[in-house]
C-alpha cells in the first residue's frame, strides 16, 4: 500500500486538443502551475450583464399563468446568481494573476473544474525512489 504522502503529485489540464502535464510536487510547484494556466485562460472569463430583477404581481395575473411565472421567476434569480457568481471568478482570476497569487489561482480552477474543456485534476505518482529515502 502507498501511501499519499510518498507519492509525487502532477497537475492534469485536460483541453480541448491536448492534455498538459504540470509539475505540483510541492505546494509552491502547485501554485506557481496553476497560476500559469489560469493566466493562459484569462480570455476564457467573460463579465456577464447581470439580469434585471424580474417581480409579478401573482394577484393581477389569471390562475392558469402562476405556475409558469413561479418558475420564470426563480429561472431569473438563478441567472442572477450565476451571472455574479461568474463576475466574480473574473474579477478574482484577473487579480490572482495580476498579484501572483498562485493560491487563489488554484481554487479558481477548482470552482471551474466542470467547465468544458477547463478540466484541472492532482493525480498522485508512485514514486519508488522514496522508499529509499
Given at each position: 500500500?502507498?501511501?499519499?504522502?510518498?507519492?509525487?503529485?502532477?497537475?492534469?489540464?485536460?483541453?480541448?486538443?491536448d492534455?498538459?502535464?504540470?509539475?505540483?510536487?510541492?505546494?509552491?510547484?502547485?501554485?506557481?502551475?496553476?497560476?500559469?494556466?489560469?493566466?493562459?485562460?484569462l480570455?476564457?472569463?467573460?463579465?456577464?450583464?447581470?439580469?434585471?430583477?424580474?417581480?409579478?404581481?401573482?394577484?393581477?395575473?389569471?390562475?392558469?399563468?402562476?405556475?409558469?411565472?413561479?418558475?420564470?421567476?426563480?429561472?431569473?434569480?438563478?441567472?442572477?446568481?450565476?451571472?455574479?457568481?461568474?463576475?466574480?471568478?473574473?474579477?478574482?482570476?484577473?487579480?490572482?494573476?495580476?498579484?501572483?497569487?498562485?493560491?487563489?489561482?488554484?481554487?479558481?480552477?477548482?470552482?471551474?473544474?466542470?467547465?468544458?474543456?477547463?478540466?484541472?485534476?492532482?493525480?498522485?505518482?508512485?514514486?519508488?525512489l522514496?522508499?529509499?529515502?
Open positions: 500500500m502507498h501511501r499519499v504522502k510518498d507519492m509525487e503529485r502532477i497537475l492534469v489540464e485536460e483541453g480541448k486538443h492534455t498538459a502535464y504540470w509539475a505540483a510536487t510541492s505546494d509552491e510547484e502547485l501554485h506557481a502551475s496553476a497560476l500559469a494556466i489560469l493566466g493562459n485562460r480570455n476564457y472569463f467573460h463579465v456577464r450583464e447581470v439580469p434585471a430583477k424580474v417581480e409579478y404581481d401573482l394577484s393581477n395575473l389569471p390562475e392558469e399563468f402562476h405556475k409558469e411565472a413561479e418558475k420564470n421567476l426563480k429561472r431569473n434569480t438563478r441567472n442572477i446568481a450565476e451571472a455574479k457568481h461568474e463576475n466574480s471568478l473574473h474579477k478574482n482570476a484577473h487579480e490572482a494573476v495580476e498579484k501572483k497569487d498562485g493560491l487563489l489561482a488554484w481554487r479558481i480552477l477548482q470552482q471551474r473544474e466542470d467547465y468544458q474543456y477547463e478540466s484541472v485534476i492532482l493525480k498522485y505518482a508512485y514514486n519508488p522514496k522508499e529509499q529515502e
